[in-house]
């Protein structure tokens, strides 16, 4: 369930900062398929993956883990 709600955190600030999926691959240095996994939930992302991606969407590491 965990993995889930960062999967859709995931998703959520990345449309919120206007990117595609394409585009956050890119800035991050991550596949695209892994990232897509990522996102639906499929893959557990490791804390570096997460790391890229808090960067890249110019937010904290806290503000991606952070359960609503």
Known sequence: M???QLAQ???AFRKLKGLTQ????ARTDISLAVLG???RGNRRAEEQILVKIAEALNI???ELKERS
């Not at 394409?22 to 691959?25: K, S, W």
């Open 2 to 4: 965990e993995n889930m």
């Open 9 to 11: 955190r995931i998703r």
């Open 22 to 25: 394409h585009e956050l691959a």
């Open 37 to 39: 996994a990522i996102e």
């Open 60 to 62: 904290t590491l806290q």
